[in-house]
């Protein structure tokens, strides 16, 4: 293989380590906004429980002094009851009394309901409170969790990158303009290796008068792949797993009846 070559597949094996590295840097802030969004969500809970408390509050002193009022005018009523001098006129007093005091028992009913919807509310809070907290516990953790993980994969990408500016130092400057190219077009990888008589990134079958200028050892020249326009290069298989491979004796055949027997069991 072309020194120039090898010295390609070294980089390409570098930048793709840097290309990991890189999605994983590039997916910490994400990480870190769904970690804060739940807690956010949490926060929101709370301050929703506590904003229907406060309302509940307010509703209860309202009614608090709707009852206070209707009592004055039952008072006020009751105090006219002396200077009465007709029936009809005291009739009259007796239906207002009753109306406040209607009035007052709707208003103390309203009060009761909203007691009770402020102990369910204070109870809402602790729950939402506590659930924050552990949310709050979660998120700590987790925090420090992609913090760490984004110290090693900042420190992968800084020794990546000195290895990559090592890898390009052996490579010519027109040849490396040349793969720089070819990674933009085909998502980082310039290099594909010939399987089969195939480019093993596209598929295409590379002819067969390339394949075999390819496998000459002697051959200085590069190829490209006909379709992707990738750089092609060939691994010739080993050949002693090739000979020993040959050379191996076939199994014996066993008798029919053995074989029926072990696909019995």
Known sequence: MLKVLQNLLDLQSV???????????????????????????????VEK???????????????EMDVEQWKDRVRKYKDQTSQIKTNEAYKALQHEVQMAEDEIAKAEDRLLEQMVSGEEYDRKIKAAEKQLKEVEDVARAERG????????????????????ARAA?????????????????????ALAEVREEKCSACGMRVRP??????????SEEMFHCET???ILYYVEPPVASASAAAAAPAPAAQPSTQASSASEN
Not at 20 to 29: G, N, T, W
Not at 49 to 63: F, G, H, I, M, N
């Open 49 to 63: 429980s506590k904003a229907a408390q406060l309302a509940t509050v307010k509703d209860r002193k309202k009614y």
């Open 228 to 230: 992707c326009t990738r």
């Open 209 to 218: 008068h390339v394949f075999q200028a390819m496998r000459r050892p002697s």
């Open 145 to 164: 969790k992609i913090d760490a993980e984004k110290k090693i994969a900042e420190k992968e990408l800084a020794e990546g990158e000195a290895e990559h």
């Open 15 to 45: 930048d793709t380590r840097l290309q990991d590295v890189r999605s994983r840097l590039a997916a910490f802030p994400k990480k870190i906004a769904e970690v804060d969004a739940h807690v956010a969500s949490a926060k929101a809970e």
């Open 169 to 189: 130092a052996e490579i010519p400057e027109d040849m490396m303009d040349h793969y720089d190219r070819i990674m933009r077009k085909h998502n980082n990888v």
